[in-house]
T-cell receptor, first 112, second 115 residues
């Protein structure tokens, strides 16, 4: 199964862009990358997903390298409420069923 | 509003007891998942199910059991065989199929503490 690797923690100044990297060097050609975030003791919240192209929505942007071995989640103007653990996830197809593989996540702290 | 309901939110049990965590969804999703989260750690997959009456073991299925008798429900039983059951348990669901838009939706979680 494809696995993801993320830095354990990052700090970002309020109002600045937060760039969170993820390595998924073993990803297959048809496996999507998803980003979620989790605020303490809550269920993870969906942010964005992509396959090959860069994606943008109202929450964030997702940049995927051409070889698809890594991606970066960008929060364009981080606020204190963006302090959370961010997970990069790969969805894999195994024996005809999909499952979502979580990494250990990056703990982002937005500083005032 | 559509969503996933997990109950109970907090549960205490004595060693040697089986406990069942409930997960119900009204999103009309075919697939359902159970994850375990330990303090400061990521989520690890316990069991998952794509259709009724069928489910697969995830990475840490030992000491757990599930059933999928209805599309809406995917209860998880933590048995006495689970050596370290104290953890935060998260249930999720999604549509099936290749589309990347079939994202996971999570419940609020159940925190199990073994005394």
């Amino acid at each position: 199964d494809a696995k993801t690797t993320q830095p354990p923690s990052m700090d970002c100044a309020e109002g600045r862009a937060a760039n969170l990297p993820c390595n998924h060097s073993t990803i297959s050609g048809n496996e999507y990358v998803y980003w979620y975030r989790q605020i303490h003791s809550q269920g993870p919240q969906y942010i964005i997903h992509g396959l090959k192209n860069n994606e943008t929505n109202e929450m964030a942007s997702l940049i995927i390298t051409e070889d698809r071995k890594s991606s970066t989640l960008i929060l364009p103007h981080a606020t204190l409420r963006d302090t959370a653990v961010y997970y990069c996830i790969v969805r894999v197809l195994t024996s005809g069923t999909y499952k979502y593989i979580f990494g250990t996540g990056t703990r982002l702290k937005v500083l005032a | 509003d559509g969503g996933i309901t997990q109950s109970p939110k907090y549960l205490f049990r004595k060693e040697g007891q089986n406990v069942t965590l409930s997960c119900e969804q009204n999103l009309n999703h075919d697939a359902m998942y159970w994850y375990r989260q330990d303090p400061g750690q990521g989520l690890r997959l316990i069991y998952y199910s794509q259709i009724v009456n069928d489910f697969q073991k995830g990475d840490i299925a030992e000491g757990y059991s599930v059933s999928r008798e209805k599309k809406e429900s995917f209860p998880l039983t933590v048995t006495s065989a689970q050596k370290n059951p104290t953890a935060f348990y998260l249930c999720a669901s999604s549509r099936t199929g290749f589309s990347g838009a079939n994202v996971l939706t999570f419940g609020a979680g159940s925190r199990l503490t073994v005394l």
